[in-house]
């Protein structure tokens, strides 16, 4: 088959039969443009016709389908102008109404006719249908609407001003597929759709619009699944085939040995966990080829230590190294942190962030232009215009979910391919890691170090703040501090939730009137957060009401209670994080999620996973259950397509099954031009080519 014959499915939606130029403009608008897009406008639910009734045997507010006889045809066009046909089986008589389109429909019909009509009876002075669907039995047309599955299709007001409800959708697709349905080409391997069983893909469309039975439609859907799911991988494959796997990386030829001796000039040994992926990274930058490697850990499991391990390799092979951070307290926090690890082996260190001088940042930038950095700790303040890095062997990006793809592509392209390691402490699920970072290797670091309490969870409504509060005073009086944490900076008519502002005040004024408080939110400015959280650290507060501006890598080790504040508002993996804030010392920390009373079914569950585990992993696997891969993730800013059939939670096994069967097919066939490849090589062109020119870097 020649790579150059157009593909049918191409075909421009307006050529179709019963389209025409103003339902086309429409069609267009919703992102209709061809074949191929109308026929994967998917129907949104189902109806069983293939069950015919008697008039005499239906019930109100029931679906039904009902053949009979038309006695007769009435236009009424006094008041509202409606149609009324009335149809009678020997049982009874059912009266189907029609105020849209009545004059039209009223040609259609003529009594004495036979006729199907479908829809929900109502009973007023007689048995009424309104709007229902019909089949016009007694000419030589196709019965579309009667005996049978019928979809039913998303609509939009636009839709109806152009007549296009499901009845005009399903004729549209049925003369489609009488027209070009036997010239719908394959485009999955043909050895993956005999293996398992697969209708083929024209086969799909058919059942899709005109289903035989539920069996077929849920046929239908495996197959749409795993077609969706396979060009997804083949996208990731490709990208780490062609983009990733040739780019000659700088040599970090450091031997084992060498690692070792700077992990023991640690204060503290290294987990089992920290070992492994040390070593994971050691041998990606010295095999020739530049990593692109993520280090998955939980709160407080230590990927920091392992991000300045990786960057002391790149800089003893006589490179410069570069962490970016997504706020200015946690690039402060991880400065201050690294030099005190390398202040004695002589590494020069800089910390860049926006807030700094002008005359600051030039220094600074030119510094590190000349080569007289060798670790560099900054913000996006590292992106901007006027930093160039003399010879940038190693980018790491802390918090990476907090970037978009563009600015971690900006920071790599600062050094001309070096390695790059993204970290996160938000716990990937499995089946989302695989599309989302398909083409990174992925480390975890599954362990916590030695010593690490777990933090006690427990999930209180309102009317027991009180003895909350008292439990707070109490810790205090052992000399611990305490964070409490609200969803919104200050009141909102709008939003019944409690407000970091108003509580500080009222705290301040009679709750805990004895103590030192301190407020931090999102719209203070930099110096002044650094401000309270250098004040909180050092002990000057016994109690912080926050925002989530907390949520990300503020280290208190005397934190050791939280109290979340209307916990229902945030995600699991949030709350999580949240969490994370306190238990970062020897002693045993709680986590207090306090809620209204009322909270439906899917927020009780939240507070419940919370209590039950302090696992990262599983809490991630619960959020992704529960919010669904969309909301759980931005999977927008990755270049990613949406999923329109799979899901990543229930689909985890046919996730698994077409990213094998992928990697497979580019590790076996990379150009896809080989026998059983044309019709993949041919959709992904299509469909997906231009995704291929995104950053390697997902």
Known sequence: MSENRPDILDTEVMFLKGVGPRRAEVLNEMGIFSLLDMLEYRPRRYLD?????????????????????????????????????????????????????????SRMFKAGQMVAVSGKVSFYRAWQMVH??????????????????????????????????????????????????????????????KRYKLL?????????????????????????????????????????????????GKKVALAAEKVGEMTRHLPFTLTGAQTRVVEEIRRDMSGGRVMNRLV???????????????????????YQAALM???????????????????????????????MKASEKKAAQQAISAGQVDLVVGTHALIQEGVDFSRLGLAVIDEQHRFGVLQRQALI??????????????????????????????????????????VQTHWR?????????????????????????????????????????????????????????????????????????????????????????????????????????HAERFGLSQLHQLRGRVGRGGRRSHCILSTPPALNEVAQQRMMIMEKTNDGFVIAE??????????FFGTRQHGLPDLRYADLVSDQKIVQVAREDAFAVVEGDPHLRGVGHQGVRRHFQSRYRERFQLPGIA
């Open 49 to 105: 016709r293939s069950e015919l009734r008697r008039i005499g045997e239906v019930d109100v507010d029931a679906e039904a389908t009902i053949i009979g006889e038309i006695l007769s045809v009435r236009l009424h066009r006094r008041g509202r102008r409606r149609l009324v046909v009335r149809v009678n089986d020997t049982t009874g008589v059912l009266e189907a109404t029609w105020f849209n389109h009545a004059e039209g429909f």
């Open 132 to 193: 229902p669907d019909f089949d016009i039995l007694s000419e030589n047309r196709e019965q579309l609407n009667t005996g049978q599955l019928i979809p039913l299709y998303p609509s939009t007001q636009e839709l109806k001003k152009v007549g296009l409800g499901h009845v005009a959708l399903r004729r549209i697709f049925h003369e489609a597929l009488k027209r070009y349905g036997e010239q719908i080409p394959e485009n999955l391997p043909g050895d993956r759709v």
């Open 200 to 248: 083929s893909r024209r086969e799909t469309f058919h059942q899709l619009h005109f289903p035989e039975s539920r069996e077929q439609i849920e046929q239908c859907w495996r197959r749409l699944k795993y077609e969706e799911l396979f060009f997804l991988q083949l996208l990731i494959a490709l990208r780490r085939h062609f983009e990733l796997q040739p780019i000659a």
């Open 296 to 318: 998955q850990g939980d709160v407080g499991s230590g990927k920091t230590v392992v991000g300045l391990l990786a960057m002391r390799m790149a800089i003893a092979a006589g």
């Open 325 to 355: 951070a997504p706020t200015e307290i946690l690039a402060q926090q991880h400065y201050f942190n690294i030099e005190a690890f390398v202040q004695a082996s002589g590494i020069r260190t800089l910390l860049l962030t926006g807030s």
């Open 413 to 454: 392209s600062k050094g001309g391919s070096p390695h790059v390691l993204v970290m996160t402490a938000t716990p990937i699920p499995r089946t989302l890691a695989l599309t989302i970072y398909g083409d990174l290797d992925v480390s975890v670091i599954d362990e916590l170090p030695p010593g690490r309490q777990p």
């Open 461 to 565: 409504t309102e009317e027991r703040l009180p003895m909350v509060f008292d439990f707070i005073r109490d810790h205090i009086g052992r000399g611990e501090q305490a964070y409490i944490v609200y969803p919104l900076i200050e009141s909102s008519e709008k939003i019944d939730l409690k407000a970091a502002t108003e509580h500080y005040d009222y705290f301040c004024k009679s709750v805990f009137a004895d103590y030192r408080l301190l407020l931090l939110h999102g719209r203070m400015s930099m110096a002044e957060k650094e401000q309270v959280m250098g004040a909180f650290k050092s002990g000057k507060a016994d109690i912080l009401v926050a925002t989530t501006v907390i949520e990300v890598g503020v280290d208190v080790p005397n934190a050791t209670i939280m109290l979340i504040e």
């Open 622 to 631: 619960e959020d992704l259950r529960l919010r669904g891969s969309g909301e």
